[in-house]
Structures are given as C-alpha cells and as structure tokens.
C-alpha cells in the first residue's frame, strides 16, 4: 500500500526517500579499496625499493670508486717518495764520490820559475883573485845566459859574494845565477842595479 511520500517519490524517481537507507557492508568497501589500490601501492613499493637499490648501487660505486682514489693517491706517493729518497741517495753518493776524489787527487805542481836567459847580468870581482869575474862569467854562459859582463870591485860592502837583482820579476833568474856560482846571499836592492843591467854579482874570496 503506497501512502503520500510514494507519489512524491515516484514523481523523482527515487523510491521510498523518506525511509532509513540501507548499510552497506564495511567489508564489501574494505576489499573493493584493496582490490583498487593494490596496483598503485605495487608500483609505489616497487619505485621505493627500486629506487633504494639504485641509491645503494651508485653509493657503493662512489665507495669503491673513492677507495680506489685513495689507493692510487697513496701508491703514487710511496712511489715519489721512494724516486725522491733514491735520488738523494744518489746524490749523496755522487758527492761523497767527487769529495773523495778531490782529496785523494794530488796537489797541483806549482809552475817552474821562469828564467830570463837574456838578462843583462854584470859579474863584479871584489875578491882580489885574479880572472875570478872572467870564470864565474863562462858558468853562466855555459848555462844558457847570453848577456853576462865580467869586471872589478873596489868597495869593502858586501862582505860576502851577493847577487842584487833590480825589481821582483827578477827574482827567479837571480835565484838561478846564484845557485850556479854558489852564493847564498840573494838580495833585492835596486839602488845597487842600474837601469842598464837587471842582475849584478859581486863576488867575495
């Protein structure tokens, strides 16, 4: 039996508006949402995880990556240390080597004296021997000297034969004069030479 509130439904096509409208069950709605949002908790789920293993994979290669950086740097190093230590031992070696060559090598030979065998030499007899100026004169000639001019002296100094020479780069051929004639007293006195000789003798008996 339809009362008023059917006719009013009916013109809205709803049937029975103003009763209680039913429950519908939870479980029902419950596995329609599992059945609907499985698929995308799938896919989220598997994009995490994925996602997680690619942060692990690029991290472990990042790891590695920097291990192997490390192990290179270090090799790298403990190799230039070693070429640097190697390389100071050998200069070490090399010096010590050229610092025992040089004090065992022999000290250098100083230059033989030169010797003018032209000097202007006057050979003066104060000995009062006869034809001593004249033979001591032949010495010198025989050893090479080519300007030798024997003669006589009258003064009382020097008291014993001395070779005068006039300035220093005569030392070496008075030295050598008076070794041949055997006279030990050599003596640098320019006042004594005059500018026409470089070396005079004055012999003593």
Do not use: C
């Amino acid at each position: 039996m339809q009362d008023q509130f059917d006719e009013l439904a009916k013109a809205r096509h709803t049937v029975g508006a103003h009763r209680t409208p039913r429950r519908v069950n939870p479980w029902i709605v419950a596995l329609l949402l599992v059945v609907l949002l499985s698929p995308a908790l799938g896919i989220g789920a598997g994009f995490m995880f994925g996602n997680n293993s690619s942060v692990t994979a690029l991290a472990n290669k990042l790891t590695n990556s920097s291990a192997s950086t490390t192990t290179k740097k270090t090799t790298t190093v403990k190799k230039t240390t070693t070429e640097s230590e190697s390389s100071t031992d050998t200069e070490t070696a090399e010096t010590s080597t050229d610092t025992q060559a040089e004090q065992s090598a022999p000290a250098p030979t100083p230059p033989a004296p030169e010797i003018n065998f032209s000097s202007r030499i006057e050979v003066l007899n104060g000995s009062g021997i006869t034809g001593y100026a004249r033979q001591s004169s032949d010495t010198l000639n025989s050893g090479g000297y080519t300007s030798v001019t024997p003669g006589n002296y009258q003064y009382g100094e020097p008291t014993v034969s001395t070779v005068y020479y006039r300035d220093a780069s005569m030392s070496s051929t008075a030295q050598d004069v008076a070794r041949r004639l055997g006279i030990t007293a050599v003596e640098l006195l320019p006042s004594a030479v005059p500018n026409t000789l470089d070396v005079v003798v004055v012999l003593r008996g």
